[in-house]
């Protein structure tokens, strides 16, 4: 590979357009070669040939230099709501997952990976607990919705960073791939379809406010008192909740005092009590605010979602909030693909080969 080598999914458009300017490509000529590789889901540099109006002398030093690579797909578990699983490895190194989340029976979200396990080792997650191996590049992220969008009987409509990893610690990378799913010639998912989730990385979020994308950004709270948050949550030792709070307070802002997505993790016997729900009314009084309640799903048994009861209990306190209130179905239990469960598993579900909807069960 000569020294301009470039690696045609590792660029957003800007990018891809600067390096191939110098040879003479015009803005449409790249942004043809673009639209190949992301939009027409190119599977080799065979199909990258064919895009057109772009200049011959163009595509003869992309196909010399440029490499399409792709993630190599171990298995597809779908398990029995519906969600499907996928495993992945890379060229680079190590074994990460994605979800396809059915949604209305119409289209779907994907749930993807940034990195492959996770530094901030949140004490209910299964990803937490396998340690940090590595950021995931811009390719191998962007190849995580490419594959799914390939193999889907539905339309993919939404992507969400909520898989393994922060991806504010990735940032760089995780936003180049949001900016190639989001860009017309690219994946066209609205930017308000892409949502980034962190659980309180406060240097990343302060980047993301200066940066005000176009995508949506929700925070992992679990509780909004600071000593049972530390307890569960790491990261609290290093960037405290009145620290993190004043940044969702000032997202808020850059965004017309748009409301602000809170992922609340139930604990049973933890967090769900009427102390908790006066915590979260004071600490973010004068905050537009919506929360999703998320049973904790805890393969080792530690820690356990409330009841029914205790659940309705919680909502009734969470009243005094007078904000939204959703409870997120957290899917794909059995095959390891729910919230916080995610740790490059086998198991459960039906095993799936072969791309398309008529996949075969084996």
Same mark, same amino acid.
């Given at each position: 590979?000569?020294?301009?080598?470039?690696?045609?999914?590792?660029?957003?458009?800007?990018?891809?357009?600067?390096?191939?300017?110098?040879?003479?490509?015009?803005?449409?000529?790249?942004?043809?070669?673009?639209?190949?590789?992301?939009?027409?889901?190119?599977?080799?540099?065979?199909?990258?040939?064919?895009?057109?109006?772009?200049? $011959?002398?163009?595509?003869?030093?992309?196909q010399a230099n440029a490499t399409l690579p792709s993630l190599d797909i171990?298995?597809?578990?779908?398990?029995?709501?519906?969600?499907?699983?996928?495993?992945?490895?890379?060229?680079?190194?190590?074994?990460?997952?994605?979800?396809?989340?059915?949604?209305?029976?119409?289209?779907?979200?994907?749930?993807?990976?940034?990195?492959?396990?996770? $530094?901030?080792?949140?004490?209910?997650?299964?990803?937490?607990?396998?340690?940090?191996?590595?950021?995931?590049?811009?390719?191998?992220?962007?190849?995580?919705?490419?594959?799914?969008?390939?193999?889907?009987?539905?339309?993919?409509?939404?992507?969400?960073?909520?898989?393994?990893?922060?991806?504010?610690?990735?940032?760089?990378?995780?936003?180049?791939?949001?900016?190639?799913?989001?860009?017309?010639?690219?994946?066209?998912?609205?930017?308000?379809?892409?949502?980034?989730?962190? /659980?309180?990385?406060?240097?990343?979020?302060?980047?993301?406010?200066?940066?005000?994308?176009?995508?949506?950004? /929700?925070?992992?709270?679990?509780?909004?008192?600071?000593?049972?948050?530390?307890?569960?949550?790491?990261?609290?030792?290093?960037?405290?909740?009145?620290?993190?709070?004043?940044?969702?307070?000032?997202?808020?802002? $850059?965004?017309?005092?748009?409301?602000?997505?809170?992922?609340?993790?139930?604990?049973?016997?933890?967090?769900?009590?009427?102390?908790?729900?006066?915590?979260?009314?004071?600490?973010?009084?004068?905050?537009?605010i919506k929360v999703d309640l998320i049973d904790v799903t805890d393969p080792?048994?530690?820690?356990?979602?409330?009841?029914?009861?205790?659940?309705?209990?919680?909502?009734?306190?969470?009243?005094?909030?007078?904000s939204p209130i959703a409870r997120r179905y957290s899917g794909g239990k059995?095959?390891?693909? /729910?919230?916080?469960?995610?740790?490059?598993?086998?198991?459960?579900?039906?095993?799936?080969?072969?791309?398309?909807?008529? /996949?075969?069960?084996?």
């Amino acid at each position: 590979m000569s020294s301009g080598a470039i690696n045609l999914k590792n660029h957003d458009f800007d990018e891809l357009f600067a390096k191939l300017a110098p040879l003479g490509a015009s803005r449409t000529a790249a942004l043809k070669l673009f639209a190949s590789v992301f939009a027409h889901r190119a599977r080799s540099m065979a199909d990258v040939r064919t895009a057109r109006q772009v200049p $011959a002398g163009v595509r003869d030093w992309v196909q010399a230099n440029a490499t399409l690579p792709s993630l190599d797909i171990v298995e597809r578990r779908r398990a029995d709501d519906g969600f499907v699983k996928y495993l992945f490895t890379s060229p680079l190194g190590g074994r990460f997952e994605a979800v396809r989340i059915p949604l209305f029976d119409t289209h779907y979200v994907v749930c993807i990976s940034s990195q492959v396990g996770c $530094a901030l080792a949140c004490d209910f997650c299964m990803t937490g607990k396998m340690g940090f191996s590595r950021n995931l590049e811009t390719w191998e992220i962007v190849d995580q919705v490419l594959q799914l969008v390939r193999e889907a009987d539905r339309p993919v409509r939404g992507v969400v960073f909520m898989g393994m990893g922060e991806p504010l610690l990735n940032y760089a990378n995780a936003s180049r791939a949001a900016r190639v799913m989001c860009h017309p010639a690219g994946l066209a998912i609205s930017g308000r379809s892409i949502t980034f989730s962190t /659980a309180g990385w406060v240097p990343g979020i302060k980047k993301y406010i200066a940066d005000d994308p176009p995508w949506r950004l /929700a925070f992992s709270l679990t509780s909004a008192i600071a000593e049972k948050r530390a307890t569960v949550l790491p990261v609290e030792h290093t960037h405290p909740l009145p620290t993190l709070v004043e940044q969702i307070r000032r997202y808020s802002q $850059a965004r017309n005092d748009e409301r602000v997505m809170l992922a609340y993790v139930c604990i049973a016997g933890f967090n769900t009590g009427l102390e908790d729900a006066l915590a979260l009314k004071h600490t973010f009084e004068g905050i537009p605010i919506k929360v999703d309640l998320i049973d904790v799903t805890d393969p080792t048994g530690r820690y356990l979602p409330p009841s029914p009861e205790e659940l309705k209990r919680f909502r009734d306190h969470l009243q005094v909030l007078q904000s939204p209130i959703a409870r997120r179905y957290s899917g794909g239990k059995d095959i390891g693909a /729910a919230c916080g469960t995610l740790e490059a598993s086998q198991r459960g579900g039906v095993l799936l080969h072969g791309p398309g909807p008529l /996949a075969q069960a084996r």
